[in-house]
């Protein structure tokens, strides 16, 4: 079983949609739950983060974590075509070496 | 602005040839990693220093090295001996290990 598993996509919504983005993972003890975003030919750009579990709000994106499930989610309100990019989730523990990063989902937003 | 410096955007490689990859920053981050990434497929990591002086193998560490004389800087070497070396390289620093990573905008290398 893979350590982080997230759908690869590619996901195509109409601009303004709702986007929602999933990964699970099977470590109990990650502490640090990361999203970043990544533009061709770009290095990934970290936009949100959470630490332990619960929600985080930012703008139009909102990171959600369950620990009990294993499962976090980003949600993107209001899609934009510049929204259009591949998102990774990563997770990582404290005091560790190794952030482990989903495969990516590629998201295209169309006008 | 703080931030991660890699350079160059683009690098050939010759066969036979080491080449070094450049990566620095300014945001007093004590952890440095580099990893590569293939279409396709996730990053994966070759090597990573939790301090000066010291750094530790990742995953796909063979045919690659690197240094950590100040804290600023992690150079790559990608030596001959990586017999497939074009992908994508980023190098990210974080705070401390663990904490969340901030990255470059990658080295692309291919082989001419």
């Known amino acids: 079983q893979k350590e982080v598993e997230q759908d690869p996509g590619p996901l195509s919504v109409p601009e303004g949609a709702i986007v929602s983005l999933n990964c699970t993972y099977s470590n109990s003890a990650f502490q640090y739950f990361m999203w970043y975003r990544q533009y061709s030919r770009k290095g990934p750009e970290l936009l949100m983060y959470?630490?332990?579990?619960g929600n985080k709000e930012d703008g139009r994106f909102t990171a959600q974590v369950d620990k009990s499930s294993k499962y976090i989610s980003l949600f993107i309100r209001d899609s934009q075509p510049s929204d259009s990019a591949t998102y990774l989730c990563a997770m990582s523990n404290t005091g560790g070496f190794k952030t482990i990063f989903g495969a990516g989902t590629r998201l295209f937003v169309k006008a | 602005d703080g931030g991660i410096t890699q350079s160059p955007k683009y690098l050939f490689r010759k066969e036979g040839q080491n080449v070094t990859l450049s990566c620095e920053q300014n945001l007093n981050h004590d952890a440095m990693y580099w990893y590569r990434q293939d279409p396709g497929q996730g990053l994966r990591l070759i090597y990573y220093?939790?301090?000066?002086?010291?750094?530790q193998k990742g995953d796909i560490a063979e045919g690659y090295s690197v240094s950590r004389e100040k804290k600023e800087s992690f150079p790559l070497t990608v030596t001959s001996a990586q017999k497939n070396p074009t992908a994508f390289y980023l190098c990210a620093s974080s705070l401390s290990g663990g904490e969340p990573q901030h990255f470059g905008d990658g080295t692309r290398l291919s082989i001419l």
């Open positions: 959470t630490y332990s579990s």
């Open positions: 220093s939790q301090i000066v002086n010291d750094f």
